[in-house]
C-alpha cells in the first residue's frame, strides 16, 4: 500500500520525526505551526498543505508498505524527486519545473503543468555508498536534449548534444493536486535518451 508522509527523508537515510519537520518548514516558510501544543501527523500534514496551497517549500516521504521508496522536495513550482534503492541510496532523481515569471524559459510553461527538466542517475558498485558515475539528462521544452556522463572518480566530464529534437511528450506532467503525487513517480515515463 502507497502511502505519504510529509517527513523529510534525511542524508542519514532516515525518516525526520514530526516535530522536528514542522519546525523546519516553520523556517523555511516563514509560519508558526511550531508553536502549536500537539505537533503531531495532523498538524505536519496541515503545514506541508498550507505550503502547497501558497507555493513554499515542503517534503514527501513516500512508502511501499513500510518501505520508503522515494522522497519530494518542493518549493514554488518545483519539484524534485529522489527515487531510492534497497539500499535506501538515492539512485535517480526528477526535476520538475512549473511556470515561474522570474525565469525566461519557465514563464513558457503552462501555470497547471511541470516539465521534466532533468533526469540524474546514480550508478553504484555493490553496497558501496559512493556513485562511481553518474549521468544526467537535461531537456528543454523545444525539444533538446543534453546527455553529461561524469566519472565521480576522476571527475571526467563527457557532454553529447541531441543532433535534433526529442519527443518530450512524456516530460509534462499535470501540476498535482495537494497528496497526489503518483505521476511525479512515475518511473516508466517513455522517455527516450538516445542521441
Known amino acids: 500500500m502507497r502511502r505519504y508522509l510529509y517527513q523529510r527523508w534525511t542524508r542519514r537515510k532516515k525518516i525526520q520525526s514530526v516535530p522536528l519537520s514542522i519546525e523546519v518548514l516553520d523556517g523555511y516558510n516563514k509560519t508558526v505551526f511550531n508553536k ?39 518549493n ?34 503552462p501555470e497547471n503543468k511541470l516539465f521534466l527538466s532533468t533526469v540524474n542517475i546514480w550508478e553504484f558498485k555493490d553496497d558501496n555508498e559512493k556513485a562511481y558515475k553518474t549521468v544526467s539528462y537535461v531537456f528543454t ?21 541531441s543532433k535534433s529534437k526529442v ?5 509534462w506532467e499535470d501540476y498535482p493536486k495537494f497528496g497526489y503525487y503518483e505521476g511525479l513517480i512515475e518511473k516508466e515515463r517513455g522517455i527516450t535518451p538516445a542521441l
Open 36 to 74: 502549536r501544543k500537539e505537533k503531531n501527523e495532523a498538524l505536519l500534514e496541515e503545514s506541508a498543505k498550507y505550503a502547497h496551497d501558497n507555493n513554499l517549500i515542503y517534503f514527501v516521504t513516500v512508502f511501499d508498505n513500510e518501505t520508503p521508496i522515494s522522497h519530494i522536495e518542493t
Open 167 to 171: 519527443d518530450i511528450s512524456s516530460n
Open 141 to 161: 521544452i523545444d525539444g533538446q536534449l543534453t546527455i553529461i556522463e561524469r566519472n565521480t572518480q576522476t571527475n571526467e566530464q563527457i557532454e553529447k548534444q
Open 76 to 109: 514554488k513550482g518545483f519539484f524534485r524527486v529522489h527515487f531510492l534503492d534497497n539500499l535506501k541510496r538515492t539512485y535517480m532523481s526528477y526535476a520538475f519545473n512549473g511556470f515561474d515569471d522570474s525565469s525566461k524559459w519557465q514563464k513558457e510553461i
